[in-house]
């Protein structure tokens, strides 16, 4: 017999899949489910134990014979933490024990209904992992799944130590039973620990990645410092790149593509490398694609992915990792050549294309995509009017002249707006972002201690709420000239008009958009910043001009108001 739970059939197939062989039972009511399914599923060795404290110990002597995962089973309330001695010699023996506890559903907790307690990361102070299962299944499982994938694969890599997984669940008269064996596809995520000594990715895992793939992405977070132009450029002639200019170079504008994405674009990979990125929507049109699968690289080896359908995780700095790929992908499109050349005559050969067999995918896929960049960025350019004041046209005029500046600089932008306007009109640059949690608060004051550790000018562009509430920035007699910053001011958070169902609302500007009638005069002021004031597009054109050009001491405001 066993009983119908998916989150219970979930974790037993995955303990399964992951490779452990050795489960030591407790017993239980709340963990009946569990206990029951494991028993009778065949591919583990079960061991019986009542006390949780000594259960734990044994399967940690368990461990000790082949350094193995293997986990303890036990139910919910005190029993948890009976486990914990054990858990802790684990964690400093670096051995892999998987603790797996039953817990009452979210609603029982602290109600006084007996036997709980809070479970959720009792024991995450001495645990490689610490993962609580949500009690919904549903849109939830793939959360759930990936919790536990994360979980099993912690316990050995990079470092093996103990790992605690929770799961909520009904109690066990609520649940069907069956006496067929329940089946349930879910697959293991992979991970490769490319960052230990020597072990940097060979062809064959790049292989193993790409499997089948026809279409596939790069997609490119937020990194610490730009990727190298050479390299992503030669990565772009094979596979189709979605980048921003918080990391590349070489960035094309898309975010306007997914407004009507059309099937010839979607992938049938993605490989996610870096941090967060500004285009929100590409998270829930990847999400969406039922047969994606998703590679994250990170130099943490995290399971994150925005755009769930996680198949696989490589621990690897993103730069060793796109330089790999990059000899990859050209050792793929020279193989092709060589391929190519052994079945066409040496006439024909001379009159072949350069770029033929550079292409290692379907070649349609990434043409579309080629054409879909260039149509986003006529579609931008044209929806300027430079003839009338906007932050759009701002931001644009400024990027145009600074191409003739022959000075060093750096870009900030504040999140909000004005970092979508530079994924827009910022590309070929560099731009720094505080897009870690995404707050609009400290972005003016990051660029000030920036502007502190560099002899560069540097520009930071922000709209008027994420400035007046970082306007202590300026409260700093050590800042200089070369700080220069530029302010949108609308008197209202206009990034609240993109956000669906706010439109109907009586309360959107004052309480949800902040409008107020505030201007940076007076801080400036105060603060002996220099300030210019932009009403008409000359005063914005003589502004910039004068933001770039001229030589002060101390900072300088342009402040564009955008009413």
């Not at 994405?261 to 992938?267: D, G």
Request: a negative charge; charged letters at 20%.
């Amino acid at each position: 017999m066993y009983y119908i739970n998916e989150k219970t059939n979930m974790l037993v197939a995955l303990l399964a899949q992951y490779g452990v062989k050795d489960v030591v039972l407790c017993p239980g009511s709340r963990n009946a489910m569990i206990v029951n399914n494991i028993a009778e599923n065949g591919n583990f060795r079960v061991h019986r134990f009542t006390d949780e404290r000594s259960a734990a110990f044994a399967a940690l002597g368990m461990c000790g014979e082949d350094r193995q995962p293997v986990a303890v089973v036990v139910t919910s309330g005190s029993a948890l933490m009976n486990c914990s001695p054990a858990v802790v010699e684990a964690y400093y023996r670096h051995m892999p024990l998987v603790v797996v506890s039953a817990d009452r559903p979210q609603e029982e907790i602290g109600q006084n209904v007996g036997q709980t307690m809070l479970q959720a990361d009792a024991l995450r102070h001495c645990t490689r992992c610490s993962v609580n299962l949500t009690d919904a299944m549903g849109d939830t499982a793939y959360f759930n799944h990936r919790l536990v994938c994360e979980a099993l694969v912690k316990s050995i890599s990079p470092v093996a130590g103990p790992v605690h997984i929770n799961v909520p669940l009904p109690d066990v008269s609520e649940c069907e039973q069956s006496d067929t064996a329940p089946s349930f596809d879910c697959q293991p995520i992979l991970f490769r620990n490319a960052l230990a000594s020597g072990a940097a990715l060979l062809t064959s895992d790049f292989d193993f990645i790409f499997d089948d793939a026809r279409r596939p992405i790069l997609v490119v977070g937020q990194t610490t410092e730009p990727l190298g132009r050479m390299m992503m450029t030669s990565i772009r002639k094979q596979m189709v790149v979605l980048s921003e200019p918080l990391s590349d170079l070489t960035s094309e504008a898309f975010d306007g593509i997914f407004s009507n994405m059309p099937s010839e674009l979607l992938p049938d990979l993605v490989i996610y490398v870096g941090d967060n990125m500004v285009c929100r929507a590409i998270n829930r049109s990847f999400a969406s694609i039922g047969n994606l699968k998703v590679w994250r690289v990170s130099a943490e080896g995290d399971f994150a992915s925005p755009f769930m359908h996680l198949a696989g995780v490589v621990r690897q700095t993103p730069e060793s990792f796109l330089l790999q790929l990059e000899a990859y992908l050209k050792e793929k499109a020279a193989s092709r050549n060589n391929t190519m050349g052994e079945h066409l005559s040496d006439t024909m050969g001379e009159h072949l294309s350069d770029s033929m067999g550079e292409e290692c995918f379907d070649n349609n896929f990434l043409r579309a995509w080629t054409v879909a960049f260039a149509e986003e960025r006529q579609r931008l350019d044209e929806a300027i009017d430079m003839q009338r004041l906007s932050a759009a046209a701002t931001v644009a005029y400024i990027h145009e002249q600074l191409e003739d500046m022959e000075y060093d600089y750096r870009l900030h932008y504040a999140n909000s707006t004005s970092v979508r306007l530079a994924c827009r009109y910022a590309t070929g640059n560099y731009v720094y972002c505080n897009r870690g949690v995404n707050g609009i608060e400290g972005c003016v004051s990051t660029a000030a201690g920036h502007s502190l550790a560099t002899d560069a000018r540097v520009f930071c562009f922000t709209g008027d709420l994420a400035f007046f509430y970082d306007q202590n920035a300026l409260w700093n007699s050590e800042l200089s000239g070369n700080l220069r910053i530029v302010v949108f001011n609308d008197h209202r958070g206009s990034i609240f008009d993109r956000v669906k169902g706010l439109a109907a609302s009586s309360q959107r500007e004052t309480f949800i958009a902040g409008y107020h009638q505030a201007d940076a005069r007076g801080i400036t002021t105060q603060n002996d910043i220099g300030y210019i004031a932009a009403k008409t597009i000359d005063e914005m054109h003589l502004g910039v001009v004068k933001l770039l050009t001229e030589e002060t001491s101390r900072p300088m405001l342009l402040e564009v108001f955008l009413d």
